[in-house]
């Protein structure tokens, strides 16, 4: 097997090749923002990629100076698009962007304590989006969802969208409306450090493998490794708890959900063999049929367009992970 360091160095190089080309600062939060006691999250991520010569990523805090100055800095929507869209005319309306996603993806959407905020990718578009549509990047209220419940808080109306690295699937499709895509991934499987009877997707025939349930983990495993046994489990915190106890022998995910769990626990994770899998394109849902897909993906266009995309890249995931490249935005709408 490989190491740690030629695994994870090969399959950030593979990400750049196979991913992405083809398809915000926030100050305190308000009143409104969700207290920390809300149901238990999900972590999805995305992909990026290194060339090969790149170290092993390592855990680095986020620069919360320069995350917090660029998010005060997205560009604020005219009014008259604002009262144009039904969608976004609702959200100026309650003076809040109600938000389902996530306080503990070290590298997406992180709740520090110490300020009491939320920063990482995910984190910084919720918070430019709030920026855009009521001027103030403070204005959001966090619901936290998982992989089952992030269709249900959107068909209820307890949340205007969700931001948690969301995979846009067919069936998703029939029930909810997507944004996007702005990031894409595939997948990869996660042991723990020093197993070498797992050498990537092909050896886990007979093998005890977790995954998310609710996500797309389940159909990538029956099509990939359909003689793997495959056990689900809630949210990404349970599935690595039982990597870690031996109740499974490896975990299948989102590529970068798993490189959050390795920068963010150095020695105790690595990947086995290659990415895998369909381009797996990350959407913000919203409520189906809404108009503001076509709000929310003008947003994003302007957003890759004027380089902040890539700004929120480099401070969320690239200056953090060693990874110098930034990878190409995805095509939206």
């Known amino acids: 097997m490989k190491t740690l360091k030629q695994t994870l160095a090969f399959a950030l190089a593979l990400t750049l090749l196979f991913t992405l080309a083809a398809c ?12 920390a006691s809300q149901t238990e999250t999900s972590s999805a991520a995305t992909e990026a990629a290194a060339p090969a010569e790149t170290q092993a990523p390592v855990a680095a805090a986020i620069d919360k100076a320069a995350f917090d100055a660029l998010i005060a800095s997205g560009i604020v929507a005219d009014d008259a698009d604002i009262e144009a869209n039904a969608w976004a005319a609702a959200v100026k309306k309650a003076g809040v962007l109600r938000v389902g996603g996530t306080r503990t993806s070290f590298l997406f959407s992180q ?11 995910d984190a910084g578009l919720y918070q430019l989006l709030a920026r855009y549509i009521l001027g103030d990047e403070t204005k ?27 995979s846009i699937t067919p069936a ?20 723990k450090a020093g197993n070498t009877a797992i050498t990537g997707v092909d050896s886990l025939a007979g093998k005890n493998v977790a995954t998310q349930s609710g996500s797309t983990g389940p159909d990538i495993l029956a099509q990939f490794a359909p003689e793997a046994v495959v056990q689900e489990f809630a949210n990404d915190i349970e599935a ?3 990597l870690e106890q031996g109740r499974v022998d490896a975990y299948v995910t989102d590529y970068t959900l798993l490189l959050n769990a390795i920068v963010k626990n150095p020695g105790v994770y690595e990947i086995a063999g290659d990415t895998f899998g369909p381009e797996d394109n990350y959407g913000i849902g919203l ?6 897909v076509a709000f929310v993906n003008e947003f994003l266009k302007k957003t890759v367009d004027n380089g902040t995309w890539e700004k929120l890249w480099k401070i969320s995931l690239g200056d953090r992970t060693g990874i110098d490249t930034a990878p190409a935005a995805p095509v939206i709408g």
């Open 240 to 242: 690595r708890t039982a």
């Open 287 to 292: 409520p189906l049929n809404s108009d503001g």
């Open 172 to 191: 998703r499709q029939e029930v909810i409306s997507f944004a996007g895509p702005y990031y894409t991934s595939r997948q990869a499987v996660l042991v």
């Open 24 to 35: 915000g600062g926030s100050a305190a939060p308000t009143a409104t923002q969700a207290p």
């Open 111 to 121: 709740l520090d304590e110490t300020d009491n905020s939320l920063r990482g990718f």
């Open 140 to 166: 959001f209220e966090l619901t936290q969802v998982d992989s089952s419940t992030r269709e249900s808080v959107l068909q209820s109306g307890q949340v205007d969208a969700v931001f948690a690295t969301y």
